[in-house]
């Protein structure tokens, strides 16, 4: 391999425009080498914004044509089984953005295809790569055993999800499940979720609990009929609690982090507020910058595949851990209540 990684890119939608194309052009060492999309404007109109030289409207042209070290999936996920296999079939690596599939049998699938094709296969869980996640989630361990992880993703608008070919849970709200499973740190083996639906054609509302097998507890709400987009997280433990924003309307990115320092008590109206240290964390500061691809983790899991793909090495978020996500979300439906 040259010195620079030589990418493909199929499917040129928001999620290539708003976060993938910035980061990858912003890497010195990547080369964006063809963009394919099924609409030729909507791929030549970045190409030219980019430098980008090859634009195609079928991958599988873009596959045999161009020499690729890799290529990113970028395309709905209703769409990504067959396009990701194809790709690994060509020999190149890919990252995938999220979910790895519509089910987790399509999951467990691309990992078998992956490890066949001996090929790195990355999915696009961006909240393990936020840095202010990282870093409250690094302090978090050093402080605290964690013993109760939460997240939770609300939104207004269908649960319906690409024009209906799945739902939003599977879809979406896996963001949630995953970096609750990942902070937790162990295996669920216990489950139960309540459902509901709201002013919509399909279920729209659940809430979690799992217990892993570690006794972490994890909870995961999720309402796609609210005021507006929420997004946060808790991480607590014996010494130490911990409180995500990624979103309250706008978008945030930042955490507190509370650390026991007094005697135990059990009303503030009888003994008044304990002492506590609160650390507070910016995310915009510790990414170094204001760019939204940059502190809300796209740039970092871009640049992370990259790095896998050089040095041979396995991501954070490899399909293995997206297969075991979704095992995870079909858990959670299948112990509906």
């Avoid at 296969?121 to 690094?138: A, C, D, H, M, W």
Wanted: with cysteine; aromatic share 8%; proline share 4%.
């Amino acid at each position: 391999m040259s010195d620079q990684v030589r990418i493909g890119v199929i499917g040129v939608g928001g999620m290539a425009r708003s976060v993938h194309l910035p980061s990858l052009a912003a890497m010195k060492d990547v080369q964006i080498v063809a963009l394919c999309d099924i609409i030729e404007q909507r791929a030549a109109q970045q190409a030219e914004k980019y430098g980008v030289g090859k634009v195609y409207t079928l991958y599988k042209q873009m596959l045999e044509k161009e020499r690729l070290d890799a290529v990113f999936c970028l395309v709905q996920p209703d769409q990504h089984f067959r396009i990701v296999d194809d790709c690994l079939s060509a020999g190149v690596d890919v990252f995938m953005e999220k979910p790895p599939g519509i089910t987790a049998f399509q999951a467990e699938s691309l990992q078998r295809a992956a490890q066949k094709a001996n090929k790195i296969l990355q999915v696009g869980f961006n909240r393990r790569y936020i840095p202010v996640v990282q870093k409250t989630v690094e302090m978090m361990r050093e402080l605290t055993p964690i013993t109760q992880v939460e997240g939770a993703f609300l939104k207004h608008g269908t649960a319906a999800f690409c024009q209906g070919a799945l739902s939003a849970f599977p879809s979406d709200t896996v963001h949630a499940i995953d970096l609750v499973r990942w902070i937790a740190g162990g295996k669920p083996v216990q489950a139960a979720t309540l459902r509901n639906q709201v002013n919509d054609v399909v279920p729209n509302v659940w809430n979690s609990l799992v217990r892993f097998d570690n006794d972490c507890i994890g909870i995961i709400k999720a309402n796609y009929m609210t005021g507006g987009r929420v997004h946060t997280f808790e991480i607590h433990g014996p010494n130490a609690s911990a409180f995500i924003s990624l979103g309250f309307g706008a978008i945030t990115c930042k955490a507190e982090i509370m650390i026991h320092g007094g005697k135990t008590s059990y009303s503030i109206a009888s003994t008044g507020p304990q002492s506590q240290q609160v650390i507070q964390l910016d995310g915009m500061e510790l990414a170094g910058s204001d760019e939204f691809y940059k502190f809300y983790g796209f740039y970092q899991e871009d640049a992370a595949f990259i790095e896998c793909v050089k040095e041979r090495k396995q991501p954070l978020a490899d399909i293995s851990e997206g297969a075991e996500t979704m095992r995870m979300v079909e858990m959670l439906l299948g112990s509906t209540i």
